[in-house]
């Protein structure tokens, strides 16, 4: 069965840091691209950051580069992504997903994705 759990959500103020993880079991990790996405109420679901757990190339969007770091792990079969001097409007649920199209954050192509985790940032 193919999982992907995410976990690392919770409140942090305005400028703190949090990490996010994304454990995945049921397929062979290294054929996949995985990717963070999140989702704020009212909007559609955006692609932050994506890493192939081939080679560890990383991808990130405009919104999140400079603050994120997506990186893997794959003798646990695991990526995170550190978030860094967080803004409220990175309030959103945050969902990992898996990709054999490395490269891209369109949700479409991807094909398992995590229940997701709660990332709150107060002002």
């Known amino acids: 069965e193919v999982q992907l759990v995410e976990s690392g959500g919770g409140l942090v103020r305005a400028g703190g840091s949090m990490r996010l993880s994304c454990a995945a079991s049921?397929?062979?990790?290294?054929?996949?691209?995985i990717g963070w996405f999140r989702q704020a109420p009212g909007k559609e679901r955006e692609g932050v950051s994506c890493i192939s757990t081939s080679d560890g190339s990383t991808y990130y969007a405009d919104s999140v580069k400079g603050r994120f770091t997506i990186s893997s792990d794959n003798a646990k079969n695991t990526v995170y992504l550190q978030m860094n001097s967080l803004k409220p409007e990175d309030t959103a649920v945050y969902y990992c997903?898996?990709?054999?199209?490395?490269?891209?954050?369109?949700?479409?192509?991807?094909?398992?994705w995590g229940q997701g985790t709660q990332v709150t940032v107060s002002s």
């Open positions: 049921g397929f062979t990790f290294d054929d996949y691209a």
């Open positions: 997903g898996a990709t054999t199209m490395w490269g891209n954050l369109h949700t479409q192509d991807y094909d398992y």
